[in-house]
């Protein structure tokens, strides 16, 4: 089967749109369309926005003038490659590819400590305000760690390390659920992680997000049967929360 790569170095425009929010679209034909979604950005109106407050089908359906349709998750907090179709039946088709985990994804984080290599296979929630759990599957990989001067609480010298992580499921906050329960909190995370830390970088580097980044997806385009590859560099908060602690 070809395959197709397609990163950054390739954007075929950015579409900058209200609320100061700059879309580059990686890859568009008439059926689908590849986009790095920036960081705070919704994917879909859900009853925990403001009625007014911008989102990406809605977003990309305004400038394209198509309906848009999304196949998959990335929480608002989350930046990165998503894919979204221009029809119901290349939604169905990507939505089948992603239930069939044929879907390859992986995904950069800052977190706290050393995770080292392995999988996290905990039931995570599966919705906010939920109690009930699915079962999911998380395999991670520490790229490298540094030694901070950062203590509190019983804490001293924080380590933060730099993880690739590749879900082989797709639940809600699967990926900052399970780090979380591993005591492994994402940095920038104000639903399950570490608030104290959160606070601390945030006051030390002015940087103020969560650092989870989908950095590449590849699935089969449904029509041309053509395995794609996208691929989205690190955003530069990541490196300079690194770089100011280390």
Same mark, same amino acid.
């Given at each position: *089967? ?21 879309? +580059? ?23 925990? *926005? ?10 990309? %359906? ?11 998750? $990335?929480?608002?907090?989350?930046? %990165?490659? *998503? ?12 939505? $089948? ?20 290599? %392995? ?15 699915? +079962? ?32 082989? !499921? %797709? ?38 997000? $969560? ?12 029509? !041309? ?7 989205? +560099? ?13």
């Amino acid at each position: *089967m070809n395959k197709d790569r397609e990163t950054r170095g390739t954007i075929t425009k950015f579409l900058s749109v209200e609320n100061n929010f700059e879309i +580059p679209i990686l890859y568009q034909d008439k059926q689908i369309i590849v986009v790095d979604k920036p960081f705070g950005l919704a994917v879909h109106k859900n009853d925990f *926005m403001p009625h007014d407050a911008p989102y990406l089908t809605k977003l990309l %359906g305004d400038v394209t003038g198509k309906w848009i349709y999304n196949v998959h998750r $990335l929480d608002a907090k989350t930046s %990165g490659v *998503m894919v979204l179709a221009l029809s119901p039946e290349m939604a169905k088709e990507l939505t $089948l590819q992603f239930e069939r985990k044929e879907v390859a994804k992986k995904y950069i984080a800052v977190v706290q400590g050393t995770p080292g290599e %392995g999988t996290f296979s905990e039931k995570v929630l599966v919705k906010k305000k939920s109690k009930f759990k699915k +079962p999911a599957v998380t395999h991670y990989k520490t790229i490298r760690s540094i030694e901070t001067d950062i203590s509190y609480k019983e804490k001293s010298n924080i380590v933060l390390s730099l993880v690739e992580i590749t879900p082989e !499921t %797709g639940r809600w906050h699967q990926i900052r659920q399970h780090f979380a329960k591993n005591r492994f909190d994402i940095v920038g995370d104000s639903h399950h992680g570490d608030f104290t830390l959160n606070k601390i970088l945030t006051e030390k580097t002015g940087i103020n997000r $969560l650092l989870l980044h989908a950095s590449s997806l590849e699935f089969t385009h449904p029509e !041309t049967q053509t395995r794609k590859a996208f691929v989205s +560099p690190v955003p530069p908060e990541f490196e300079k929360v690194m770089d100011s602690c280390g």
